[in-house]
Structures are given as structure tokens and as C-alpha cells.
T-cell receptor, first 114, second 115 residues
């Protein structure tokens, strides 16, 4: 079985400050890793994904995440946040089985303050 | 391309009733998955349909069921509603892929409130 842990339920940060949202996973097989973002009253939007290859993946809006197999982590980082980044962020994992069942973490609410 | 659409967006039902939610995937996508999101349990996988067949099912009681039509549109049904079924129900579609993973594209969700 697989599981995802997001230790921080809320992360307050000031605008233009750096931020890291932590994600750890547990799985006995190879994994695909994802970060999704959810704005109020909306569905989930894929932010970035790790499938294979380079362990550092980047999104178009400045976020990046690094897959660390030895630490079973996939932390999300941004060097300078904006007010518009305020949202809930979910880390998710899927194992290499061809199935579409994502296992999500409990989410981290990023609150960017002016 | 239009995104994943879900109807209705909001729904209010009473205990004991049943409800049907609808999802239209992105054109060309043949896999549809359903998730339940609640404050207490978070995001949980319900089931996945592909080519009108249920391929995968999460740990939910039999009151939760679904189906997929030949045009890939999907419906999920919840019978004998309970207060705990109040949630945001999210549908996600994915392109066909036999051997590699494709990302899932989520719809805006249906907010179900059970009174």
C-alpha cells in the first residue's frame, strides 16, 4: 500500500519570501509523484509531476520539486511567492501499475500575506 | 479543447435519498476517475472507468456506484444518502495509455450537501 504525508497543514508566508511545502511518501514499488493546487471552489490543477528522469521538476509559474528516493520525499519549493499563490496544495502518488488511483496527502494551505 | 465538465455544480439532498452526478471528460479521453473530498478524510479515490468497464475501485461501500457510457461520459450514483456523504465529488479524465502513466485532468467538482 502507498501513503502520502504532508506534515504542514498550514504555511503562512509573506509575499516575495521563499516557501517549501513538504511531502513524504511511502511505497514499496516505483512511484509517480504529483503536486496539485486547488483554489477556492475549484477542482484540482496539476502543478508538476515526476514520472522518471531528472529528479528536479519545474512548473511554468516558478514552482519546483525534487524527487529524493533515499528520503522518500517530493518537497515543493518556490523562491518568491505572490499573493496569487494562496491556495491549497496537494501532494499525490501513484504506483507503477497502470492504474489511475491517486493517493493524496492531506493538503497544505499556503497563505501568502502582503 | 474544453475541460472536464461536471453537472450539477451544487446539490442538496436529504438523508435516505439517492443522487446521480455526471461527468463529461475531455474529448478523446477514455479513462474517467472519481474522487471524494471531505474536510475529515481528504481526497479519496472512488473508482475508475475505462471503455465502459470499472477498472479499479476504492474502499467505499456498495452504495457508491458508477458507470461509463460509450461516449466516455460517466455518472456516479450514491444511494441511501447519509450525512457523511456530504462532500465535493471530483471527476478526472485521462487519455488512453496501456503502459505509461498519463496525468489526470480534474473537473470543478459537484458539491453535495446531505441534510
Amino acid at each position: 500500500a502507498q501513503s502520502v504525508t504532508q506534515l504542514d497543514s498550514q504555511v503562512p508566508v509573506f509575499e516575495e519570501a521563499p516557501v517549501e511545502l513538504r511531502c513524504n511518501y511511502s511505497s514499496s514499488v516505483s512511484v509517480y509523484l504529483f503536486w496539485y493546487v486547488q483554489y477556492p471552489n475549484q477542482g484540482l490543477q496539476l502543478l508538476l509531476k515526476y514520472l522518471s528522469g531528472s529528479t528536479l521538476v519545474e512548473s511554468i509559474n516558478g514552482f519546483e520539486a525534487e524527487f529524493n528516493k533515499s528520503q522518500t520525499s517530493f518537497h515543493l519549493r518556490k523562491p518568491s511567492v505572490h499573493i496569487s499563490d494562496t491556495a491549497e496544495y496537494f501532494c499525490a502518488v501513484n504506483t507503477d501499475t497502470g492504474r489511475r488511483a491517486l493517493t493524496f496527502g492531506s493538503g497544505t494551505r499556503l497563505q501568502v500575506q502582503p | 479543447k474544453a475541460g472536464v465538465t461536471q453537472t450539477p455544480r451544487y446539490l442538496i439532498k436529504t438523508r435516505g435519498q439517492q443522487v446521480t452526478l455526471s461527468c463529461s471528460p475531455i474529448s478523446g479521453h477514455r479513462s474517467v476517475s472519481w474522487y471524494q473530498q471531505t474536510p475529515g478524510q481528504g481526497l479519496q479515490f472512488l473508482f475508475e472507468y475505462f471503455s465502459e468497464t470499472q477498472r479499479n475501485k476504492g474502499n467505499f461501500p456498495g452504495r457508491f456506484s458508477g458507470r461509463q457510457f460509450s461516449n466516455s461520459r460517466s455518472e456516479m450514483n450514491v444511494s441511501t444518502l447519509e450525512l457523511g456523504d456530504s462532500a465535493l465529488y471530483l471527476c478526472a479524465s485521462s487519455p488512453l495509455a496501456q503502459s505509461s502513466y498519463n496525468e489526470q485532468f480534474f473537473g470543478p467538482g459537484t458539491r453535495l450537501t446531505v441534510l
